[in-house]
């Protein structure tokens, strides 16, 4: 089984909103930047929180991306984390990070055993790394 059997983006924006953030690095920040038309340090002041001494996205008052309008605005640039999006390393910690994201997720399959699903994740970031 590959990973577009178990994960096919809905576009609902779902992986775009709720509690977390999206941490960027350096590069992302720099690549996001040119992206808005602004300087690194006015990104992050104008559309960065800082948590744990890192910078993730903003969120809108509705909890979306600040990036979200109805599709992702920087999609060309988006950071790793949401590229990789949902086969991250977190999955392979714990199996149940990915029933919990399938709850959040309409394009998430739950219905394949874990060892699928570990098999796609550890497939997909082996491409990503």
Not at 41 to 64: N, R
Request: aromatic residues 8%; hydrophobic residues 35%; proline residues 4%.
């Amino acid at each position: 089984m590959n990973t577009t059997e178990i994960f096919k983006c809905k576009q609902c924006g779902d992986c775009c909103k709720g509690f977390g953030g999206t941490f960027v690095t350096e590069k992302e920040i720099e690549k996001i930047a040119a992206r808005v038309h602004t300087d690194t340090q006015t990104f992050v002041e104008k559309y960065c929180q800082i948590s744990g001494g890192k910078a993730l996205l903003a969120q809108d008052k509705d909890q979306y991306c600040i990036f979200w309008d109805g599709r992702c605005s920087i999609h060309p640039v988006k950071p790793r984390m949401c590229k990789n999006w949902p086969f991250l390393k977190s999955v392979l910690v714990d199996i149940n990070n990915w029933h919990i994201m399938a709850s959040l997720c309409p394009g998430i399959r739950t219905d394949v055993p874990d060892s699928t699903i570990k098999a796609c994740v550890t497939q997909e970031l082996s491409k990503n790394s």
